[in-house]
């Protein structure tokens, strides 16, 4: 069963206000794929200090990078110990029993849900 995980950066602690930037996916073989968004990370670049941006953007280049790496339980356990900018959600099971376009699911789903949301 594939399960899917958010990356946001948190702008404020409180209250949890955040811009999803990218979607992780563990598919039911294990195959993961990490996709990040230029448009959301432009909008990021526009409201937080130019330096703790370029920190922002080596974290979520370096979970791209990683991508053939990642498991559930390494996704499941950067949600657990996350702190401070960097927001992974906890991956959650998706069903896709009722998507004709399973092949392109991923790309498709990104789309609506982080790029152009």
């Not at 909008?43 to 937080?48: D, E, G, R, Y």
């Not at 130019?50 to 979970?63: H, R």
Request: aromatic share 8%; glycine share 4%.
């Amino acid at each position: 069963m594939p399960h899917i995980s958010y990356i946001s950066c948190r702008m404020n602690t409180y209250p949890e206000e955040s811009i999803c930037v990218g979607m992780i996916l563990i598919d039911d073989e294990g195959v993961s794929k990490v996709k990040v968004s230029e448009n959301k990370m432009k909008k990021v670049k526009k409201v937080i200090a130019l330096n703790v941006f370029k920190l922002f953007k080596s974290a979520t280049d370096g979970i791209e990078r990683g991508a053939a790496e990642l498991t559930l339980e390494s996704v499941d356990r950067m949600h657990r110990y996350q702190n401070g900018l960097l927001m992974i959600s906890k991956p959650n099971h998706i069903s896709l029993e009722h998507v004709e376009d399973k092949e392109n699911f991923f790309d498709n789903y990104f789309n609506k849900r982080i790029d152009n949301y």
